[in-house]
């Protein structure tokens, strides 16, 4: 007769309950000692491989960025310029980029943002006040300017026009004082030109007056900290 391969038993409380014989579990796990270890690369490697990569593409696709030029053969690195250029421009570039921040941002929250069109409107009006387009692009580069970083400068001077021109105040007898006392350093040559350009001159100074003060002003409030 075959072996039962269970068997009934009653609990205490009657009820019956199977057993199973511990001879006829399967096997499911098997030893430790038959378990192959899985060779997996460290992430020490694969951050190697995937930095060596990354340099390969690098130097191929922005070849000066990292290879420069070279002088008699050897590299001049990318870096070294970088580095260069870091000690000597950084401060005056992230000055002028927390400059152009704290404005824009204050003109955000007072809905004073010009917008584009304004920037060109104002840029041809300079380009006709000082002799039309070519000479005017002239005197950018004789300072070093490029149109697209002088319009930059452009938006942030609407910016604080928009917010503060409220403030400027020019009077009839601030041009008649004016005229009067600068009369040789007018190009105007009729009354009414020369009345026109004094109270343009009175208002650029009084913009700078009343603009570096706010200025100071906001940008003390914004927390500004450099690292």
Same mark, same amino acid.
């Given at each position: 007769m075959a072996? #039962?391969?269970?068997?009934?038993?009653?609990?205490?409380?009657?009820?019956?309950?199977? #057993?199973? @014989?511990?001879?006829v579990l399967p096997q499911?796990?098997?030893?430790?000692?038959?378990l192959k270890k899985v060779h997996r690369p460290s992430s020490g490697w694969v951050a190697f491989w995937a930095l060596v990569l990354f340099l390969l593409a690098l130097s191929i696709w922005k070849r000066n960025w990292v290879l420069a030029a070279t002088v008699y053969n050897k590299p001049v690195w990318g870096f070294e310029v970088l580095n260069?250029?870091? #000690?000597?421009?950084?401060?005056?570039?992230?000055?002028a980029v927390i400059d152009g921040r704290v404005i824009m941002d204050e003109a955000a929250k007072r809905n004073a943002v010009p917008a584009p069109e304004d920037v060109k409107n104002r840029?041809?009006?300079? @380009?006709?006040?000082?002799?039309?387009?070519?000479t005017f692009k002239r005197l950018l580069a004789q300072q070093g300017q490029s149109r697209e970083s002088f319009e930059s400068t452009l938006k942030l001077q609407l910016a604080m026009e928009k917010m503060y021109s409220s403030e400027i105040n020019i009077t009839e007898q601030d041009i008649d004082n004016y005229v009067k006392e600068n009369k040789n350093l007018l190009i105007a040559t009729d009354a009414a030109?020369?009345?026109? @350009?004094?109270?343009q001159q009175l208002t650029d100074q009084k913009q700078? @007056?009343?603009f570096s003060q706010k200025f100071a002003e906001l940008k003390q409030k914004a927390n500004v900290r450099i690292f």
């Open positions: 072996a #039962k391969t269970r068997t009934q038993t009653k609990s205490k409380s009657g009820v019956k309950a199977s #057993k199973v @014989e511990s001879s499911t796990i098997p030893p430790l000692s038959i260069r250029m870091d #000690k000597n421009y950084r401060e005056a570039e992230l000055q840029f041809i009006e300079l @380009e006709n006040r000082y002799g039309g387009a070519d030109s020369q009345r026109q @350009e004094a109270k700078q @007056e009343v």
